[in-house]
């Protein structure tokens, strides 16, 4: 898959084709099925940590911890296990539905106490939808995935000793290592598991403005969840419209004046109720130039970064929808820099009221 030209197609106006079919809710696994057994004292607790990031909240599969475009969930999870967890060492495939794995084979000779959790897709779910829009979205879709798990990680005390996005590989796209711990470690501003259990993509419309400490909070959440991989800012509306960002004390400053919003909602693929959210951050980068392992990175820490946003919009009250879809979304060259430098990548509308009708 040449991922450059699929980004490069994803940003241009043309619209997806029909749809087609989308397949299996989850990828058949082969191999034997196993429940995940609970964990004794100094084991890595599998069963949690997968409830509170993947695993399906209803039968149709649809429904869980980390969003995805279309709620079409493209990811698949592969577990390589190793000693001090509830499951005999090997390599094994998650069913999200079903909240159990199946038995791949034996771990391979070296494999560390804990888990490592690589995270594939199944391109076609994605596919079937947004035709030649996906592959942004399914990269997004796996950096959600690895917030979420990163994320269920904190809330239980367990500390994530390796996180892969370096963007070289096409499979696993991301792999993150949990390693077995006799006690646990949770850190003072980790989010709980009520926090996790809880958190949905709102639906539009969402209006009011956030509060200043809760967007500030936000912007700070994102920026440090990329790791330098893209530059945030966020667009509010009334009394003073405008692009705003955060300054090197941690307030926020003017990164433009004027209201963004309606063009923002024109680019990300017709959108119109997000000309009327309170806010909607906004990473932007991945020059036109960028090769696919920069995509890839760029991508999947922006989902990452987006996830743990919309935890931390949550937190603060505000609701939140992720936006991934943008189309000839050059914020570089709408303020007047070089065009193709710096494109959104990824979105998240918030407000401080939503829809009631229901959450997705």
Not at 16 to 40: I, K, M, N, Q, S
Not at 64 to 77: C, Q
Not at 139 to 156: E, K, M, P, Q, Y
Not at 182 to 204: F, I, K, M, N, Q
Request: glycine content about 12%; overall charge neutral; aromatic content about 4%.
């Amino acid at each position: 898959m040449d991922l450059v030209t699929a980004l490069a197609r994803a940003r241009t106006p043309e619209k997806p084709g029909p749809d087609t079919p989308a397949g299996a809710a989850v990828r058949p696994w082969p191999g034997p099925v196993f429940p995940l057994p609970e964990a004794r004292p100094g084991e890595l607790d599998l069963g949690r940590l997968l409830r509170l990031s993947l695993a399906a909240s209803n039968g149709t599969g649809r429904l869980r911890p980390a969003p995805s475009a279309g709620a079409l969930h493209p990811v698949d999870a592969r577990l390589v296990v190793g000693t001090g967890c509830p499951l005999p060492p090997g390599r094994y495939g998650y069913d999200p539905l079903g909240h159990r794995v199946h038995r791949l084979g034996p771990a391979p000779d070296g494999t560390p106490p804990g888990a490592t959790v690589e995270l594939s897709v199944t391109a076609q779910r994605t596919l079937s939808h947004y035709g030649h829009r996906a592959w942004p979205l399914i990269l997004l879709d796996t950096g959600h995935a690895a917030a979420a798990l990163w994320l269920a990680a904190r809330s239980l005390g367990v500390r994530p000793t390796a996180l892969d996005f370096d963007g070289l590989a096409e499979d696993p796209l991301a792999a993150l290592h949990f390693a077995p711990s006799e006690t646990a470690h949770r850190v003072a501003d980790a989010p709980t598991p009520r926090d996790l259990s809880t958190r949905r993509s709102a639906r539009p419309p969402l209006r009011g403005a956030p509060p200043q400490e809760a967007l500030r909070a936000v912007l700070a959440a994102a920026a440090e969840a990329s790791a330098g991989e893209l530059a945030w800012c966020a667009a509010v509306g009334e009394p003073q419209p405008a692009l705003v960002e955060s300054a090197p004390d941690g307030t926020l400053r003017r990164l433009a004046a004027g209201e963004a919003r309606p063009t923002l909602a024109a680019w990300a693929a017709g959108q119109a109720w997000i000309a009327d959210a309170g806010a909607v951050l906004l990473g932007y980068g991945c020059p036109t130039e960028a090769e696919a392992p920069q995509i890839r990175r760029v991508h999947l820490r922006a989902g990452f970064a987006v996830h743990v946003a919309h935890v931390t919009a949550g937190r603060h009250g505000l609701a939140g929808r992720p936006v991934g879809a943008w189309q000839q979304a050059d914020l570089g060259a709408a303020l007047g820099a070089a065009p193709g430098r710096d494109w959104i990548v990824h979105g998240l509308a918030l407000g401080t009221t939503h829809s009631e009708k229901g959450t997705s």
